[in-house]
């Protein structure tokens, strides 16, 4: 069989055949070709599928040198993810289904179907438990007499022989019981084209010609688009090198063609992701502080973790014989038998003192047996020189807490605490805290103030919280329940954070709610929808899962608590007492409520969201939910997410995409064509691949397109918002910090700028550009001048944002009398950088109506002009 590696057109589908308007008909050629759909083991198996086409089935052609047309979504990222041997065929029902095996080992098959077999559906994944131990090389073939497809596959069985099984089924979500049947009764119709590739494993259907195609169109075009969302900064000295300064207008259309928009479209997103709450934002200093810390949270972790005991004499153990409560179980045991031995904590990588700054020290202590004395509290450094000293009182023979101020006498940005008990015996620790004084507002139990004040800065419209995987969870069990989260701190609830590391909830519902309330933004709570996260380790084979139908009520029911409890009232509802138990008597004044994180949109999803909003929207109508689309722009999951939404008419809906730079130049349009009358979207995680200038500028265009099309985007947020640096589980991120530094990066500043200059109405106006010579620029240059013209109706201000992304100065004329009669000053800010670096300045100064009229853009320049 004769091979074409190279993508090679249909015969009657010439290169220049792209152009729409080509015929695509020729009356000599075949209606139908062979189609090959297959997967090879290349990159263990994670490939996809991918598809090659033949006239008379001996001279294959690939459709994309190496283009996927559906990949698994099987499993957990890294190792998992796998297609093997893909079976694919025509159903009765007109539609492509595709079958494959995930792995060796588990007793699962994925399944997904496609009308064209570029638009798939969202995959199932079949548990078939009965025989054997694996699914193999799965077959299906409809069986006309019982109207069922019999799905076949191999398995190794408990005595270690291959078997041939089956399972009869009509819509591939109800089996019957797999039966071993003799293997010569397979159809054994997958081909190897080792031509293709060696390990090629697939099937080869008869098809349609346009099919093929369309097919081809779509690789083609998907190549186009691949290859102009790979421009970057570097690939400006080529399109640009012979671009010239330039000339542009911003011309406002007629005051009646100003719209509303939102005034919640900047936000913020936190989660607890690169140590952003414990170790991060939230201020407490000790780690471990509870000992609760297991191998579940990190393999080499234990409820020892951050602990030592330094000296002799003494001996430190965990126990949970009698715990302080039963939802934080372990506790310390300290047994001195010659004084001298302390227990130290070497906080998050080092604990951070400010000479001067005083710090809250407190601790549970019981006196377990011998007399009990005074226990001696200290700040060391590393060398230990001794930075801050105090002393609590003996422990008594019940739980009992103690409470201390320690100030420092130094700064140190990597010091440790010791305790060391002043008498022999033995004693119970618990919950051992330390607390800088100042907090964000002065909150106990409060936030590190200099990382919550550069949040409040870019002075959000809401916050979403407490995360995007971390709320659906790694598997069912650990799905974040709000109401671990909230009252005293030894009764809440700690888990493993699905990120490597542990979650204490000391920042828990309350704080976060606290938190909205001191930047005076929207709470956003977002809860998972009853499934975990669809790349969960432990979902399972069926991976989703999704908490079983019986128990849906009671998940339900605790979503619903939380509107009580969050707008309750303190006096005659029980979760509004409960909120004031907490310290917040007032109704936090809830009105959002995201349920689900960018999952599958499987049928496992959607049985369970649909009964969440339901029961939300019977009992709180006005409370807007906001539902989920995926974790892409496209694919099954955002259409399958939309359909959703739109047949329950959700308010809200939840897109997430990370992107590179340049495809966020090339998508500007992407809102435009949004239908108004369906759900209103929240941007709620996006991002381009990187922290230069050049990704912070691509961000400031694509945020003039958000403001343009705020009539239907209500809201956005950059994620990941924090990360520790050195702890990083996810990069790019909006702001870097270490124990004692905040590092807002570029793209923080273009945020600031869209928050801290946002409007409450749209002023659609032209840009009209051209070169020095009075000639119109590439559509290329376009893309990279950008404008957008917002009205803040509160302070009657005229915000005109300018975007520059080219090497050239561009000279724009604004007419500022026009949009603002009248017009008194000018206030300017002015961010610009090297395209290619992470560095930026911020400046401000005031104009005078007069300069502001023709501002010069300089080359990777975003100019915010507030005009009062
Ligand atoms: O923002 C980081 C992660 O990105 C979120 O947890 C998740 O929702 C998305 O995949």
Redesign the pocket.
């Known amino acids: 069989m004769k091979i074409t590696k190279t993508l090679r057109a249909v015969p009657f589908l010439a290169a220049s055949v792209l152009a729409l308007n080509t015929p695509l008909a020729f009356a000599n050629q075949p209606d139908s070709l062979y189609l090959y759909t297959y997967a090879t083991i290349q990159n263990g198996g994670r490939n996809g599928l991918h598809a090659a086409w033949s006239a008379e089935g001996k001279e294959w052609s690939l459709l994309g040198s190496n283009f996927s047309f559906v990949k698994s979504d099987y499993g957990t990222w890294g190792g998992q993810k796998r297609m093997l041997t893909p079976f694919v065929w025509k159903g009765q029902d007109g539609l492509f289904h595709a079958l494959w095996s995930v792995n060796e080992k588990d007793a699962v098959l994925a399944y997904a179907t496609s009308k064209d077999l570029i638009l798939w559906k969202p995959q199932s994944y079949i548990t078939l438990k009965s025989v054997g131990t694996n699914c193999l090389a799965p077959e299906a073939n409809w069986n006309a007499k019982s109207n069922q497809y019999e799905v076949t596959w191999l398995s190794v069985a408990a005595d270690k022989d291959t078997v041939a099984c089956m399972s009869s089924t009509s819509d591939f979500h109800a089996f019957t019981p797999a039966k071993v049947i003799p293997r010569t009764s397979r159809l054994e119709s997958r081909r190897s084209i080792a031509s293709l590739d060696a390990t090629a494993s697939g099937t080869i259907t008869k098809v349609p010609r346009e099919l093929v195609q369309n097919l081809q169109r779509y690789v083609l075009a998907k190549d186009d688009q691949y290859r102009s969302y790979a421009q970057n900064f570097q690939s400006d000295a080529t399109l640009f090198a012979n671009l010239t300064p330039l000339q542009a207008t911003l011309t406002p259309s007629s005051p009646s063609s100003q719209k509303k928009i939102s005034s919640l479209l900047m936000g913020i ?1 936190f ?1 607890d ?1 690169s140590r952003a709450a414990d170790g991060g934002l939230y201020a407490e200093l000790i780690q471990n502080r509870d000992f609760e810390y297991s191998s579940k949270d990190r393999r080499e972790w234990n409820a020892q973790t951050a602990w030592a005991l330094k000296g002799t004499g003494a001996t430190f153990t965990v126990s949970e014989a009698s715990p302080l409560h039963v939802n934080t179980p372990h506790y310390a045991v300290f047994t001195v038998e010659t004084p001298g031995a302390s227990l130290t904590n070497v906080g998050f990588e080092g604990i951070a003192l400010k000479k001067g700054e005083k710090y809250n020290f407190s601790l549970f202590t019981q006196q377990l047996s011998g007399k009990g004395g005074k226990l001696k509290v200290r700040l060391v450094t590393p060398e230990g020189e001794v930075l801050a000293t105090t002393t609590v009182s003996a422990p008594s023979a019940t739980w009992n807490q103690q409470k201390a101020i320690l100030t420092a006498n130094a700064d140190c940005a990597n010091a440790k605490l010791e305790l060391e008990p002043q008498t022999v015996g033995s004693l119970a620790l618990d919950m051992i805290s330390l607390f800088p004084q100042k907090t964000f507002k002065g909150r106990a139990n409060g936030l590190r103030a200099d990382l919550a004040q550069t949040i409040a800065d870019l002075h959000p419209r809401f916050m979403r919280f407490p ?6 969870g790694n598997g069912i069990d650990n799905i974040y329940r709000w109401k671990n989260t909230i009252g005293p701190l030894q009764e809440r609830k700690g888990d493993f954070n699905l ?1 490597g590391y542990h979650q204490s909830v000391g920042l828990g519902f309350q704080e976060y709610f606290d938190f909205c309330e001191d930047l005076g933004c929207e709470p956003l709570p977002v809860l998972a929808a009853g499934v975990p ?1 669809q790349n969960s380790s432990d979902g399972g084979a069926g991976q989703q899962g999704g908490i079983p139908m019986d128990q849906m009520e009671a998940y339900t029911q605790d979503l619903i608590d939380l509107i009580e409890w969050a707008n309750g009232d303190a006096k005659t509802t029980k979760w509004g007492k409960i909120r004031a138990q907490g310290g917040h008597a007032k109704p936090y004044g809830l009105k959002m409520l995201g349920i689900g ?2 999952d599958l949109i499987s049928d496992v999803f959607k049985e369970r969201f649909e009964y969440i909003y339901m029961r939300i929207h019977a009992k709180y109508p006005d409370l807007k939910v906001v539902g989920t689309a995926g ?1 892409f722009w496209e694919g099954s999951d955002y259409e399958e997410g939309w359909a959703t939404a739109t047949d329950l008419k959700v308010p809200l809906i939840d897109e ?1 995409y ?1 992107e590179s730079p340049s495809w966020f130049l090339h998508n500007q349009d992407y809102y435009d064509q949004y239908d108004r009358s369906k759900s209103h979207v929240y941007l ?2 996006w ?1 381009s691949h990187g922290n230069n200038v050049y990704n912070a500028l691509a961000e400031a265009v694509y945020l003039c397109n958000l403001e343009r099309n705020a009539d239907v985007v209500e809201m956005a947020s950059y ?2 918002l924090l990360a520790k640096e050195g702890q990083s ?2 990069n790019p991120d909006l702001i870097y910090f270490t124990n004692n530094e905040v590092k807002p990066t570029a793209n923080y500043f273009v945020q600031m700028l869209f928050g801290q200059h946002s409007g409450t109405k749209y002023q659609p106006a032209a840009l009209s550009i051209q070169d020095a010579n009075g000639k119109n620029v590439s559509d290329e240059a376009k893309l990279r001048l950008a404008s957008s013209i917002v009205r803040d109706e509160k302070t009657g201000d005229v915000i005109v944002k300018l975007v520059n992304m080219l090497p050239v100065v561009a000279a724009v004329d604004i007419p500022v009398q026009v949009l603002q009669p009248g017009a008194k000053s000018v206030k300017s800010y002015l961010f610009t950088g090297a395209g290619d670096s992470r560095k930026s300045t911020l400046s401000e100064e005031k104009l005078s109506v007069e300069a502001a009229m023709k501002i010069e853009l300089q080359p990777y320049s975003l100019r915010v002009l507030r005009i009062k």
């Open positions: 997103f989660e992701i995360g995007g995987c971390v709320t659906h990120w996260c994180n960018e974790p997430h990370y709620g995680e991002a994620a990941p589980s996810w």
